[in-house]
């Protein structure tokens, strides 16, 4: 007998609306040539390849020993919530109030906080085109819309007062922007925020700030960025983090936010009901990430994700391709394959297939480019790296010829 169940017509509309990831598919036909013995080199994967600082590692073994495995308070422990305002003290020198900081689980858990406690159903959330891809599908759940700003390589991959003021409609509640932002590694300039807060203030919007990437910026020489945080610039914006990145603990899933006293309220009634509480002992192990010898390691990765990208840049640059944007921070590349003859996504199947090289196509980050742009993570070692670049070699010349 046939059930409801035997068919997708229960499966929600805005099911519809949700794409699947083109890398997730090319990770697919990665692993299917690694289980025939291929040697692949992956620059498609979104998160650092060193493992969990081991001071961090051995906090959260010594947390399990001593039975920390219940829920906590919905918003943090007391402890990582101070712990985390000290951080601001120590590394950008504003200080926070420990109450205003919000433990969540990953800065995924954040974006859908965000999403509930400020979108209705119908309201508009404007972010960049290229952008983080998931961005649209947390404002999607609540039944509000994406507005995407098309940014351009002539502009630093940066929404420009401009941009911003075209694409402000009476349903705009605010703009999200990354700094250093996925996948273009571009980052506002302190100037730049400065306006572009404003002018969302000015239209009565909220200002949605991720700085996942944060502790990731090299400037142009792989020193210390013009500014730590955008907490510095505003304190009246809504700020996400989390330990995924510069702290290497993807897999951890604990992140933070730092909002506006005024809407605490609605946010912890909010996690209480979607998560209880982030994970007990990845907050106690997360303790440990912001102590001198976990910080040490942290700042050590750094510095080799910089050598990285600007080996990875001059590499392919030497190869022909255009990196328009120097990448200022997280670990990515935005190349212009154009040169190669093929549209992006043409270019990653066949450099999969053909010469076993995984990176991004621009389509997973918006419809903006895409067809010229793929994203290249520097999340492999250096051997890797120049494997892959001969490889791409011989794969521009051999369809150059073709
Ligand atoms: C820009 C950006 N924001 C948020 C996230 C989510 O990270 P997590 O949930 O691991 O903290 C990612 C992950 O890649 C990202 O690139």
Partial sequence: MRTVCDNQSMIAERLNRIAPFRVMQ???????????????????????????????????????????????????????????????????????????????????????????????????????????????????????????????????????????????????????????????????SRERLRTLIDAVHARDGVFLLDEIYQGLIYGETGDQPEYRSGLTVSDDIFVLNSFSKYFGMTGWRL?????????????????????????????????????????QIHEARRCEFARRRDRLSAGLRDLGLSIPVDPQGAFYLYVDVSASGLDSETFCWRLIDEYQVAVTPGIDFGSHLADRYVRFAYTTGDEDIDMGLARIRDALEAWSRS
């Fill in 255 to 295: 992140g933070w936010m730092v909002l506006p006293e005024a809407y605490l309220d609605g946010v912890s009634r909010l996690a209480q009901n979607l998560f209880i509480s982030p994970s007990s002992i990845a907050q106690h192990a997360a303790l440990a990430a912001f102590e001198p010898d976990a910080m």
């Fill in 26 to 188: 090319l990770m697919e036909r990665a692993k299917a040539l690694e289980a025939q013995g291929h040697r692949v080199v992956h620059f498609e994967v979104g998160e650092p390849d060193f493992d969990t600082a081991d001071p961090i590692v051995q906090a959260g073994q010594r947390a399990l020993a001593a039975g920390h495995t219940k829920y906590t308070q919905a918003l943090g422990t007391p402890e990582l919530r101070a712990r985390i305002a000290r951080y601001y003290e120590e590394s950008a020198g504003i200080s926070v109030a420990p109450e205003r900081i919000v433990v969540t689980s990953g800065a995924s858990g954040g974006l859908l906080l965000l999403a509930g406690l400020l979108l209705d159903p119908g309201d508009e959330l404007l972010m960049p085109d290229p952008g983080y891809p998931c961005n649209e599908v947390f404002v999607g759940m609540v039944n509000a819309t994406p507005a995407r700003i098309n940014v351009e390589a002539d502009e630093g991959f940066q929404v420009t007062p401009d941009g911003l003021a075209r694409a402000w409609t009476d349903r705009a509640r605010g703009l999200l922007l990354g700094a250093p932002a996925n996948p273009t590694g571009a980052l506002p």
